[in-house]
């Protein structure tokens, strides 16, 4: 069983701000998988996430977070396949290279994990979605410009889980095959591993201006 850290404030004492988490987009992904053809799964991924979590220790269930993920580098491994699920048939990037999610956790199901509800936002459409969410630890590494440790990050990772019905956003195309039955399952099981870095190291060592670029705000 995972440990959950011990708890991190910022600010003057007294002060209860809640911490502050960036995410890092070298080690943050989101992935997907559907039914092809009856038998089988197609993998998906997207490595191009930003985003940003607020988390007290202390209180988890206030913890919101919000992210971006750039559709429009969408990878599957057969370039066919990209650009046909690119297109308009499927996510439409053209029109909507963005796919957003915003939510917070609401139930601590365990010593480690815990449910949240997203707003998740797919081809322009927002659909509410229930998430399973595991922490999976924290760690404390250093951080290098060139032979200078600037100081320490401390990072945690979390795994989120959840299945939408691609038909809510309005990815329905299809294809019939004999015997009835389908070339794409509607069911799409949807995986987003994180790992996210605690902002006040991120200034103290210098670090922020370079994550800052790449989170959306």
């Known amino acids: 069983m995972t440990a959950m850290p011990d708890p991190q404030t910022e600010g003057a004492p007294g002060a209860r701000e809640v911490p502050g988490w960036t995410f890092e987009p070298g080690h943050t992904e989101a992935g997907f998988r559907a039914r092809h053809m ?13 985003g940003k979590l607020d988390l007290d220790w202390d209180q988890p269930l206030t913890g919101r977070f919000h992210g971006e993920i750039d559709a429009t580098r969408l990878w599957t491994g057969e370039p066919e396949r990209d650009a046909h699920l690119r297109s308009a048939d499927f996510f439409d990037v053209e029109s909507h290279p963005t796919i957003t999610f915003d939510g917070r956790l609401t139930e601590r199901t365990g010593a480690a994990s815990f ?4 707003d998740l936002t797919i081809r322009g459409v927002t659909r509410p979605v229930v998430m399973d969410v595991a922490f999976l630890g924290e760690w404390k590494t250093p951080f290098w410009v060139g032979d ?53 190291d991120l200034r103290s060592t210098g670090a922020i201006d370079y994550y800052r670029q790449r989170s959306p705000g």
């Not at 794409?184 to 006040?200: F, K, Q, S």
Request: hydrophobic letters at 45%.
């Open 38 to 50: 009856m038998v089988t799964w197609v993998h998906g991924l997207f490595k191009d996430v930003h």
């Open 115 to 118: 449910k949240a509800l997203t």
């Open 148 to 200: 200078e440790n600037k100081g320490t990050l401390t990072r945690i990772g979390f795994e989120a889980k959840a299945c939408i019905d691609r038909r809510d956003f309005d990815v329905s195309w299809q294809d019939e095959i004999p015997g009835g039955g389908v070339v794409v399952g509607n069911e799409i099981e949807i995986t987003v591993d994180v790992e996210a870095m605690l902002d006040a």
